[in-house]
C-alpha cells in the first residue's frame, strides 16, 4: 500500500473505532477493558470478559453433563441479566440455580460469601466462580449464600501464570474446605464418584485455577494439602482441558510420593 | 517571514484575494488549499507580493500573490493530519482550515512543501485520537515521565517514543482484550443454543450496579463487528492489519530536515516535484 493510501486508511480506520465507542462505548473502554491501573493493581479489564467465559463454560458443562433443571435467577432491577463488576451481595446480582440428585445448588460469578467459622471483622470472600449448595427448593428465589463445595479463580494473563494467583486460590481453599458438606477427611479430596465427579466437566472436577497462560512450575505440595489444581492453556473449551493435578492424582494413595 | 495557509478558491484571475483585516504581510508565505473535507489539498505555494490599502473600514484589503507553484502530487490534507503542529483535530484536519487564511508554523510550511509525513507523529496522533479521552489520560498518566517534551508548552519531543509506547499500550488496552471477544461469543451462543430457562439474548449482559450497569453483552457485539470490518484489526486478502503494518513505521527514520537550515528564500531553487509555474489561476 503506498503512503498516503496507508495513512488515508489509519486515519479512517481510527475515526472508525472512535465513533463506535463514544458515549456509552467509552464505558467500555474505559472501565473493562483496559490494563490495571493503580487503584486496581490486580485486577485487570481483560478478566471480567474471561471470567465470564470460564463461568458460561461451567454452566455449559453442566447441562452437558446432565443437569436438567438449570435456570438462571435474575438480579433484582431492569437489568436482570447482571454479575458483578467489583465484588457484591449475592442478592443483588444473576447466577444459575439447579438441583442434582434432590439437593440444589447455585454456580454464582463473582458474589461474596462469608467462610465458616470466620471471625465478626473478617472480610467477606468473592472467588471468581463459586459452586454452592443451598439449603432451599430449585423453584425458589431464596438468595442466602449457600456452603461452598468448590470455587475456580480464573486468570487471564499476557505471560504467565504469577504465584499471587496461586496464593489467593490457596486461600480460599483453606478458608472453604470443601469436605464441610460430605463430611470427608482432608485427604479424602476427590474420591472417585464424588459429586464434582459426576455432574461437573472434566475441567470443573478439581477446584482449580482457570488460566489462559501456559504451564507453570507451581507448588504440588500444597496443591494436594489443601486440594486444588491447574487448568492451563484454558479458553473455555471443554473437551480437552483437563486439571493438573489430576483428580486420581488428588486421590488419597495414587499420589506421586514425596522424595 | 510567516507562514499561513490560503483558500485557493478565493484566488481571482489576477491571483489577487481580497482579505478584511488581513494578518499577512508582504513577503510572507503560503500554501494554497483546495477543497472541502477529506478531499481538502495542499495545491500550491506563493508568496505576498503587495497589500493595497482598503478604501474603507468595511471593505477587504486587497492581497496580490505571486510566486504561484503548484505542488505536485498535490498533497492531501488526511496525510498530513498527524505531521502538522497546526493540526489538533487529527481525525478530522479540515476543521483546522476553515478561515480563508490560516497561520501556519514554519515546520509545518516545509513539511507540505517537501511532502515530508512524520511517520511517528502520524501514527502516535492517529492512535490517541481513536482513544476516549479518560483513556489517554491514563496513558499519559503512566508514561509521562518516560516521553521526552520541550520545555517550551510541555510538547511531545520525540515521537518515536510516543509512538512505541502508545502502540503498546493500545496493544494492552484494546487489542489484547478484543481479541478475547470472538471467543467469549462463540462460548455464549454455545449456552444460548441450549435453551436454559431464563438467559435473554446476548444484548441484555451486563456488569456492574443496577445504577451504573456497563453493557458488557451489546459492547462485545459491537467489538465484534469493528474487529471484522475496521482496518486497524481485520486484514484483507491475506496481507497485514493495519496496526501491524504500522509496527513499520516506528522503525522509519524521522525526518531531519537538514536542507531548511541553507534556505535564504522561501522556496529552494530547485525542487524535483514541482513540474511547472503556475500561470493559470487553480480554480
Redesign the interface.
Known amino acids: 500500500m503506498e503512503r498516503p493510501d496507508f495513512i488515508t486508511g489509519l486515519r479512517e480506520a481510527c475515526e472508525d473505532l472512535r465513533e463506535h465507542f463514544d458515549d456509552d462505548g467509552a464505558a467500555w473502554l474505559t472501565d473493562v477493558v483496559p490494563p490495571a491501573t493503580s487503584d486496581q493493581p490486580e485486577k485487570r479489564g481483560v478478566e471480567y470478559l474471561f471470567e465470564l467465559l470460564c463461568y458460561f463454560a461451567l454452566i455449559r458443562g453442566l447441562k452437558q453433563r446432565g443437569v436438567k433443571t438449570i435456570r438462571l435467577v435474575r438480579a433484582p432491577g431492569s437489568t436482570g441479566f447482571r454479575f458483578p463488576y467489583a465484588p457484591g451481595a449475592k442478592e443483588n446480582f444473576a447466577f444459575f440455580r439447579f438441583e442434582w440428585e434432590g439437593k440444589v445448588y447455585d454456580a454464582c460469578a463473582g458474589t461474596e460469601i462469608r467462610p465458616p467459622g470466620a471471625l465478626a471483622d473478617d472480610p467477606n470472600e468473592a472467588p471468581d466462580i463459586s459452586l454452592q449448595y443451598v439449603n432451599t427448593h430449585v423453584g425458589s428465589d431464596n438468595r442466602e449464600p449457600g456452603h461452598v463445595i468448590a470455587l475456580w479463580d480464573a486468570k487471564h494473563h499476557k505471560n504467565s501464570m504469577s504465584k499471587a494467583d496461586e496464593n489467593q486460590l490457596l486461600r480460599w481453599c483453606t478458608l472453604f474446605p470443601r469436605t464441610r458438606m460430605q463430611g470427608q477427611e482432608a485427604d479424602s479430596y476427590y474420591r472417585p464418584g464424588d459429586l464434582l465427579e459426576k455432574m461437573c466437566p472434566d475441567a470443573f472436577q478439581v477446584s482449580c485455577i482457570l488460566t489462559n497462560a501456559r504451564a507453570t512450575p507451581f507448588s504440588s505440595t500444597n496443591a494436594y494439602r489443601y486440594g486444588y489444581s491447574f487448568v492451563f492453556e484454558f479458553d473455555g473449551s471443554l473437551d480437552t482441558a483437563r486439571p493438573n493435578p489430576t483428580r486420581k492424582q488428588h486421590y488419597k494413595g495414587i499420589r506421586p510420593r514425596s522424595r | 517571514m510567516r507562514y499561513f495557509a490560503i483558500r485557493a478558491n478565493m484566488m481571482m484571475d489576477d491571483h489577487t484575494i481580497e482579505v478584511k483585516r488581513p494578518r499577512l504581510e508582504v513577503g510572507d508565505a503560503a500554501v494554497l488549499i483546495k477543497g472541502t473535507g477529506e478531499a481538502m489539498e495542499f495545491v500550491g505555494v506563493c508568496v505576498v507580493e503587495s497589500i493595497a490599502p482598503r478604501p474603507s473600514e468595511d471593505e477587504p484589503d486587497l492581497v496580490t500573490l505571486s510566486g504561484i507553484i503548484e505542488l505536485t502530487p498535490h498533497r492531501?490534507l488526511?496525510?498530513f493530519?498527524?505531521s502538522l503542529r497546526r493540526v489538533w483535530h487529527?481525525?478530522?484536519p479540515w476543521l483546522n482550515f476553515r478561515r480563508a487564511v490560516v497561520s501556519l508554523e514554519k515546520d509545518d510550511f516545509w513539511s507540505i512543501l517537501y511532502y515530508e509525513?512524520d511517520p511517528q507523529r502520524?501514527?502516535f496522533r492517529?492512535?490517541s485520537?481513536?482513544?476516549?479521552d479518560?483513556?489517554l489520560d491514563?496513558f499519559f498518566r503512566r508514561h509521562l515521565r518516560d516521553i521526552p517534551t520541550t520545555g517550551r508548552g510541555n510538547r511531545i519531543n520525540n515521537y518515536r517514543v510516543a509512538a512505541e509506547l502508545f502502540q503498546q499500550?493500545f496493544q494492552?488496552?484494546?487489542t489484547?482484550?478484543?481479541s478475547?471477544?470472538p471467543?467469549?461469543i462463540?462460548?455464549?451462543d454455545?449456552?444460548a443454543e441450549?435453551r436454559?430457562?431464563?438467559?435473554?439474548d446476548l444484548g441484555?449482559?451486563?456488569?456492574?450496579?443496577?445504577d451504573r450497569?456497563?453493557?458488557?453483552?451489546s459492547?462485545?457485539e459491537?467489538?465484534a463487528?469493528?474487529l471484522s470490518?475496521?482496518?486497524?484489526f481485520a486484514s484483507r486478502n491475506g496481507?497485514l492489519s493495519?496496526l501491524e503494518?504500522?509496527g513499520a513505521m516506528l522503525s522509519e527514520a524521522e525526518p531531519t530536515r537538514p536542507h531548511r537550515r541553507s534556505l535564504n528564500g522561501p522556496f529552494p531553487e530547485t525542487m524535483n516535484f514541482v513540474t511547472r509555474v503556475w500561470r493559470d489561476p487553480i480554480l
Do not use: K, W
Request: aromatic content about 8%.
Open positions: 492531501p488526511v496525510c493530519a498527524g487529527y481525525l478530522h509525513v502520524t501514527l492517529c492512535l485520537s481513536s482513544m476516549p479518560s483513556l491514563d499500550f494492552d488496552s484494546v489484547r482484550p478484543f478475547l471477544v471467543r467469549f462463540q462460548e455464549f454455545s449456552l441450549m436454559i430457562e431464563g438467559v435473554p441484555q449482559l451486563t456488569i456492574g450496579t443496577a450497569p456497563i453493557r458488557l453483552g459492547m462485545s459491537r467489538t463487528l469493528v470490518e475496521n482496518q486497524l496481507s493495519l503494518a504500522s
